[in-house]
């Protein structure tokens, strides 16, 4: 099975455009003005329309207003959403799109039970525990994690990835997808084209088992 790539926080064309070539089949926005990634909702709109026709625009939204939302799906009207808060599955659900839910990774954080309670996303998304909810380039302890089919949904994997270990993930817990963020940048907030193209390139050879 061939591994997902989602690429986030990305702010210009340059980078949205190499991060397509590279393969990505997800870009993600950042719209949390606490983040060095955040972006408004005008700037996302042109930045998805960088796009290939394959690839999906993903908006990640912390504890968000409800205009908010609404507001980048009538910019992107095939936005899938991310819900990287405390938001409840009503909320997530109100919108009547996809989305996928994060879920913060620490122990005593009952994955199987979060993937119950988030029965209508369409993956749950594991990553670092953050006060700061995310971005923080660090891993977790995967052995968390339950066993590769346990979760209703689809398990993206995130958190402290990037190309030296990604191939490690992927072989031992055979995620649907992985997500970067911070191992893709030269500086915080700030994309590296080479970055992409390696972490991207790890990812397609870590699935054709040349890694």
Not at 178 to 201: L, N, Y
Request: a negative charge; aromatic letters at 8%.
């Amino acid at each position: 099975m061939r591994t997902r790539i989602k690429l986030c926080g990305f702010q210009t064309e340059d980078t949205v455009r190499a991060a397509t070539r590279a393969g990505a089949d997800a870009i993600g926005f950042v719209f949390y003005p606490p983040s060095p990634r955040n972006v408004d909702v005008v700037r996302a709109g042109q930045l998805a329309r960088c796009l290939g026709a394959w690839q999906t625009p993903v908006a990640l939204f912390v504890n968000p207003q409800l205009e908010l939302v609404q507001s980048v799906i009538a910019e992107i009207p095939n936005v899938l959403l991310q819900f990287h808060g405390d938001e409840s599955p009503e909320f997530c659900e109100s919108f009547q799109r996809p989305f996928m839910k994060a879920v913060r990774m620490k122990p005593g954080v009952d994955l199987i039970a979060e993937s119950v309670k988030f029965y209508s996303a369409q993956a749950i998304l594991v990553d670092s525990w953050s006060e700061a909810y995310g971005g923080t380039g660090h891993t977790f302890d995967w052995s968390l994690l339950p066993k590769a089919g346990e979760l209703k949904q689809a398990l993206v994997l995130s958190g402290g990835l990037d190309e030296c270990n990604v191939a490690q993930a992927i072989a031992g817990l055979q995620p649907y997808g992985v997500d970067v963020s911070s191992g893709i940048e030269s500086a915080r907030g700030v994309k590296c084209i080479e970055k992409i193209e390696k972490f991207c390139m790890a990812v397609q050879k870590a699935d054709a088992g040349l890694l």
